[in-house]
């Protein structure tokens, strides 16, 4: 029986990242299937945004299902009536060193402590106020918005909020 170890035991982020894919073999690839869904437009009234409240990391698994989560909700509103951007990336390899549990055994194998450990999944670091996800959208959409990033929300690890900016301040902004 393999001991399998869950995604709160990768959330906490220590030491250095473990990035140089040249160096890592077998890195495994990003379960994200798609960073842009939707229409793109330059006619959305609203921009949402989700942002981290705390530090962690969220793995590649976890990105998707909030992606898949929120696309699911916003389906509701048409295709052409919003775009969805996933703005982060798991580049951040993590490693397991796989302890296993034998039929006859009464305990866990101990062996090699702080061993080093084979890549198993991928994870991006975020920070207090990191943009995990953005939602351009018309304004008679903002309800079914707000609940998709509501859904959303609940597949990450962190806790999360949401701001919402109207675009034409943002368009203001970048020319000014």
């Given at each position: 029986?393999?001991v399998?170890?869950?995604?709160?035991n990768y959330?906490?982020?220590?030491?250095?990242?473990?990035v140089?894919?040249?160096?890592?073999?077998?890195?495994p690839?990003?379960?994200?299937?798609?960073?842009?869904?939707?229409?793109p437009?330059?006619?959305?009234?609203?921009k949402?945004?989700?942002?981290?409240?705390?530090?962690a990391?969220?793995?590649?698994?976890?990105i998707?299902?909030?992606?898949?989560?929120?696309?699911?909700?916003?389906?509701?509103?048409?295709?052409?009536?919003?775009?969805?951007?996933?703005?982060?990336y798991?580049?951040?390899v993590?490693?397991?060193?796989?302890?296993?549990?034998?039929?006859?055994?009464?305990?866990?194998?101990?062996?090699?402590?702080?061993?080093?450990?084979?890549?198993?999944?991928?994870?991006?670091?975020?920070?207090?106020?990191?943009?995990?996800l953005?939602?351009n959208?018309?304004?008679?959409?903002?309800?079914?918005?707000k609940?998709?990033?509501?859904v959303?929300?609940s597949?990450?690890?962190?806790?999360?909020?949401?701001?919402?900016?109207?675009?034409?301040?943002?368009?203001?902004?970048?020319?000014?």
């Amino acid at each position: 029986m393999m001991v399998e170890l869950k995604g709160r035991n990768y959330r906490e982020i220590k030491g250095m990242p473990y990035v140089r894919r040249e160096f890592i073999p077998g890195a495994p690839q990003t379960k994200i299937a798609k960073f842009s869904v939707g229409t793109p437009s330059q006619d959305y009234d609203l921009k949402l945004e989700l942002r981290a409240k705390g530090r962690a990391q969220i793995r590649h698994n976890a990105i998707e299902a909030a992606r898949v989560a929120a696309n699911k909700k916003l389906s509701e509103i048409g295709e052409g009536n919003y775009h969805l951007l996933v703005k982060i990336y798991p580049h951040v390899v993590l490693r397991e060193n796989k302890m296993i549990a034998t039929a006859g055994a009464d305990r866990l194998q101990e062996g090699m402590r702080r061993a080093f450990g084979k890549p198993i999944g991928l994870a991006a670091r975020v920070e207090i106020d990191t943009l995990i996800l953005e939602l351009n959208m018309k304004k008679e959409s903002l309800g079914k918005a707000k609940e998709a990033f509501k859904v959303a929300a609940s597949k990450l690890p962190i806790k999360t909020y949401m701001r919402e900016i109207p675009l034409k301040q943002v368009l203001l902004e970048e020319k000014g």
